[in-house]
Structure formats: C-alpha cells, structure tokens
C-alpha cells in the first residue's frame, strides 16, 4: 500500500520561496507518474503540478513560472519547489501518486504579512 508523508510546509511572505519534499513507500516509484495538489479554505483540492515517468512536467496557470516539481527515483522522492509566492497559495498541499487513492496529511503553506 502506498504511503507518501509531506514536509516542509511553514509560513513566509509573499514574494519568498519554499521547498516541500515528500518520500513515497510501498510502490514501484519510476513506474507511476506523481503530483502535488492544494486545498485551500473554502475551496475544493486542486491540482498544482504533476510530472510523468517520462521527467514531463504540468503545472496548473496559476503556478508556472513560479514552481517546479521535480523527482528523484532513486529515494522515491517528490520535491516542489515554491518561489515568488503569493498570498493565493496559502492552502495545504498534497503529494500524491497518481493511480493510487492514498493521500498523506498534508503540510500547511501560509502566506503573510
């Protein structure tokens, strides 16, 4: 059974960086692809980034330019880097491997004055 645990969510000001990262267990991590997902208050979740087995990434309008998602096989990590952020981004956000309906807890990013 899959299991991914997210970190590295904080509170920052707009226009700063954050870096989320998030181990995945229980899978054959180079065969699926994986994304990162939001949930704001008020809102339904959303998707934010994915990236195929085959390195090809997609992010959502509202966040290109700005974040990147990355992989690593190797430690069946998910990374997303988050820069320039911008109040809207406030929300919790997910890892999740896509095929699968394991979702983690997710990790807050907050961001204010």
């Known amino acids: 059974q899959v299991q991914v645990s997210e970190s590295g969510g904080g509170l920052v000001q707009p226009g700063g960086s954050l870096g989320l990262s998030c181990p995945a267990s229980?899978?054959?991590?180079?065969?699926?692809?994986i994304g990162w997902y939001r949930q704001a208050p008020g809102k339904q979740r959303e998707m934010v980034a994915t990236?195929?087995?085959?390195?090809?990434?997609n992010y959502t309008d509202s966040v290109k330019g700005r974040f990147t998602i990355s992989r690593d096989n190797g430690y069946r990590l998910i990374s997303l880097q988050m820069n320039s952020l911008v109040p809207e981004d406030t929300a919790v956000y997910y890892c999740?491997?896509?095929?699968?309906?394991?979702w983690g807890r997710g990790t807050q990013v907050t961001v204010s004055e």
């Open positions: 229980g899978i054959i991590f180079s065969e699926h692809d």
């Open positions: 990236i195929s087995t085959r390195w090809q990434p």
């Open positions: 999740h491997v896509l095929g699968t309906d394991n």
